[in-house]
């Protein structure tokens, strides 16, 4: 029986119809459990390099193409900073690789991006902090394992970088499947309408997390978000000047962008405002756009086009930034439906499949197009913040992956098929075992991965900005 769960176009198709009645949960249950058989679950922890496999540089190479040149030696910098930094940039790497691995054909929106260090905080629009996924740049339909088998190939990856022995690593692979498989059981057997309002607010997450390590980071960090709002980031990043208030450059992480350029981005920021319900639409209208910088961000998207928009109100202390992303198709596309497109705007395929995935999201989200390249728009400070992975324990890391996730199991199941994930990871230990198997397979393979990175940098193959 054909298992997948294939959905339409987002770019003017509906999703579904108040006229047909849904399979029942018991049979969805079911069938999950029946495609065990074509795939066992301890299929999922298979690793070995294929013969074939793609040369990792040549691959980097690839993703190169389009992005701004002079920033190409941050990215490479950035990625051979570490195994862990690798990891991060370098998705097209693994969407080849998972692309040849069993699957059970069960495919809700996935991040298609869901390591360790795109969970963060951000604010909801009733300004409360909220922990969830924050990444949504390779966002499509696609097997829930993709996901899985990324985040928990992270964890072993960032365990090791945290001096973690074999063992702990484990723990916290294991911490973070056997979450993941309980947390979606119970989503699939709750009402459709209370699942979507399923989140992990701060105070909730300080109850969730066990380790009193990770407690104080949490506090640590929700501190930090709070502070990164619009008002208070104008005297870190502004400064005022004859012709008024400006963008502080950082060559070559925060440059200026000429006249011209800012014309095309504030035009583009007009389009975006009609991608808004109405009311943040009209609220935004009170704003005028004042100055706009190119700003690298990230490991991946770096060399990518990011624009940070200074936007003032009736008064110069009533400001909000906006961020212009460069959204390019995801890795996760071409190994779902070939070279056909199912999107028509990949700055819209972001948006809504990061509102499919959140259970609250930034209400600013929209999307544009600027000279022929697709964008989505949001808000700059908006309290974002993250957990600094480096900082955990061994104990903290194993809770925090436990939270991760649970995040995942989440934003899964608010999209479809969570009954048949649940009936196909069951109630045992096997997924766990088998995923911890794959993350340390697919760790040891990270760190060759990163060797031949860096080796290419110094032959010469890449260009790398210095690390200091």
Known sequence: MDAHIVLPTIDGQSFASLRRRATPRAERYALGKRLRKQ???????EWRAPDDRPDVVDQIGVSHQGRVESLIPVRVGRMAASPYGFLRGTAIVMAQDL??????????VICGDAHLGNFGFYASPERDLVLDLNDFDEAHPGGWEWDLR??????????????????QCESAVQSCVATYRKHVRWLA?????????????????????????LRHEITRAAERARRRVSDRALPRFTEQDETGRRIVEEPPLITRVSEA??????????????????????????????????????????GLRAYVVLCEGSSADDVVFLQLKQARRSVVARFVHGESAWHDHQGRRVVEYQQ???????????WTTVEGRQYYVRQFRNMKGAIPI????????????????RLLAKGHARTSGASMIGGYVGKSDTLDVALSRFAHAYADQTERDHATLVDAVKRGKLPCEPLT
Do not use: M
Request: charged residues 20%; contains cysteine.
């Open 39 to 45: 795939t066992p679950r301890s299929a999922l922890g």
């Open 356 to 366: 499919a995935l959140q259970t609250v999201s930034d209400p600013l989200l929209g």
């Open 189 to 213: 057997e709750q009402p459709l309408l209370a699942r979507s309002f399923e989140r992990l607010d701060l105070d909730r997450l300080q109850t969730t997390a066990s380790d009193e390590s």
């Open 150 to 167: 990324r985040l928990t190939a992270s964890i072993w990856v960032a365990g090791r970088q945290n001096s973690a022995t074999e063992g």
């Open 261 to 302: 350029e800012a014309e095309q981005i504030a035009a583009g920021l007009d389009e975006y405002l009609t991608t808004l319900p109405s009311h943040w639409a009209r609220l935004l209208s009170g704003y005028t756009v004042v100055d706009v910088a190119h700003k690298v961000v990230g490991v991946g998207s770096v």
């Open 99 to 108: 692309a040849g691995l069993p699957v059970t054909g069960i495919q809700p």
């Open 390 to 405: 480096d900082h955990l324990s061994a104990a903290a890391l194993t809770d925090y992956a436990g939270i991760c996730g």
